[in-house]
């Protein structure tokens, strides 16, 4: 059972545009709700996260956006340049919870932004 | 954010070896996780780990294939054992620390052959 649910598979986007990438999860136990960036040979880097008592959150080009009662959450990246080219995971956690707190992924998605 | 440091960053191993990976972090933390990506694969979790007690592991885990360490509340080990080829994949630690969100190191390449 997957629980934290991306789409789409991959996106291209041209230089200046806005890429949109959407997330679903099933457990309503979940309280934090982070995006991550990736790029080849690296780790995932922590991009901007959100908890569940706040519909949107912005960090410079990056929004996150939140709708509890569908259960989704989406990044958009504002002015898309060709260094956002990377693989994205949205993830989620019961962090509150301490014990129980690790983080699940979601598959990724490739971002393309074509200059 | 945390820092973490990894050894090594990468390895090729005979099949049939083990591998062990080592984790630092600059803080004390109380849980360290780790983590399994598969090439062109999201990320899953083998193990979390806390300081004075034994791993707890996901299903598809087990100790005897992945045992891990967690001797003070900075340092952990993960090893690889027994490898087949199956197991080349990016092994990553983590931690969660309240004002920086969960940090990865930057993983350690295992191929085997």
């Known amino acids: 059972q997957q629980q934290v649910k991306q789409s789409p598979q991959s996106l291209i986007v041209q230089k200046g545009g806005i890429s949109i990438i959407n997330c679903a999860y099933e457990?309503?136990?979940?309280?934090?709700f982070p995006w991550y960036q990736q790029f080849p040979g690296k780790g995932p880097a922590l991009l901007i996260a959100?908890?569940?008592?706040?519909s949107e959150k912005k960090e410079g080009r990056f929004t996150i956006s939140f709708n509890k009662s569908a259960k989704q959450f989406s990044l958009h990246i504002m002015d898309s340049q060709p260094g956002d080219s990377a693989t994205y995971f949205c993830a989620a956690s019961m962090r509150s919870t301490g014990a129980n707190s690790k983080l699940t992924f979601g598959k990724g998605i490739t971002l393309s932004v074509r200059p | 954010s945390a820092v973490i440091s990894q050894k090594p960053s990468r390895d090729i191993c005979q099949r049939g070896t083990s591998l062990t990976i080592q984790c630092q972090v600059d803080?004390?933390?109380?849980?360290m996780f780790w983590y399994r990506q598969q090439p062109g694969q999201s990320l899953t979790l083998i193990a979390t780990?806390?300081?004075?007690?034994?791993?707890?592991?996901e299903s598809g885990f087990v100790i005897d294939k992945f045992p891990i360490s967690r001797p003070n509340l900075t340092f952990s080990t993960l090893t690889v054992s027994n490898m087949s080829p199956e197991d080349s994949s990016i092994y990553l630690c983590?931690?969660?620390?309240?004002?920086?969100?969960?940090?990865f190191g930057s993983g350690t390449r295992l191929t085997v052959v």
């Open positions: 959100i908890r569940p008592d706040v």
């Open positions: 457990n309503t136990a979940f309280d934090y």
């Open positions: 803080s004390q933390v109380t849980m």
């Open positions: 983590s931690v969660d620390r309240e004002r920086d969100g969960y940090t």
């Open positions: 780990a806390n300081q004075g007690s034994e791993a707890t592991y």
